[in-house]
């Protein structure tokens, strides 16, 4: 800081002094931030005249880093929900801005909220929060737009050098006799594929799985599109 009198002739010299110097301390108007708080800083004239001079210190925790959650993936023409964790979690200013490097792919708006174009295509972009205490802290994250299923295909997988197409469709299941799952087969391994143009390029091949009766057979998760 630096302190200057009026008129300017008079002499220039001035005493520094914290209000707390457990928040801030002040050393030839050099101040040093100890704790997050507020305090002022007075310069009080040296030439006996003591006319002071003050300003109100904000001392912050800054971000040290931050990190991106939510999915990686998304069609054209969907939302995507991102949240931010920041580091440390006693920084005093947690808020973020959001940017999209590909806007021909996706927006982003200033809640974290992704849309990605109706007619975007496949494709990667990267969407960036920064810090807005001024920090320069940022972190990125890749987002993948993939093609919309048109079908699914479902395989019994037992057989991992003949699996069995056993049913097909935008959502799709099927029924397996209690007897022989648990006489012949303690369990049975299927496995989904999703497809687009009848090909398997650049479609999202992550599912989720559900059992009608979860007391009597249960979905255990393999690799993503396995159980």
């Avoid at 799709?172 to 369990?187: Q, R, V, W």
């Amino acid at each position: 800081l630096t302190a200057g009198i009026t008129p300017s002739d008079a002499a220039q010299d001035v005493t520094w002094k914290s209000g707390n110097s457990s928040i801030a301390s002040v050393e030839d108007g050099h101040v040093t931030g100890l704790s997050v708080g507020k305090t002022d800083i007075t310069a009080t004239s040296a030439d006996g005249t003591r006319i002071t001079g003050k300003v109100t210190i904000s001392v912050c925790r800054m971000v040290m880093a931050l990190q991106i959650n939510g999915n990686d993936a998304m069609t054209a023409g969907q939302k995507l929900k991102l949240s931010v964790r920041c580091a440390p979690d006693s920084a005093t200013n947690k808020a973020v801005t959001w940017t999209c490097d590909d806007p021909s792919r996706a927006v982003v708006d200033r809640n974290g909220t992704v849309s990605a174009v109706k007619t975007a295509k496949a494709g990667s972009f990267n969407i960036t929060a920064t810090a807005a205490d001024g920090s320069g802290v940022t972190a990125v994250k890749k987002i993948t737009i993939t093609k919309k299923a048109e079908t699914l295909e479902l395989y019994d997988n037992n057989d991992n050098n003949n699996p069995r197409l056993i049913s097909n469709g935008q959502k799709i299941g099927f029924d397996y006799d209690a007897k022989e799952l648990n006489n012949k087969h303690p369990e049975v391994k299927l496995r989904v594929e999703a497809l687009a143009d009848n090909a398997t390029d650049g479609v999202s091949q992550t599912f989720t799985w559900k059992s009608s009766a979860p007391a009597v057979a249960e979905a255990y998760l393999g690799n993503p599109n396995e159980v």
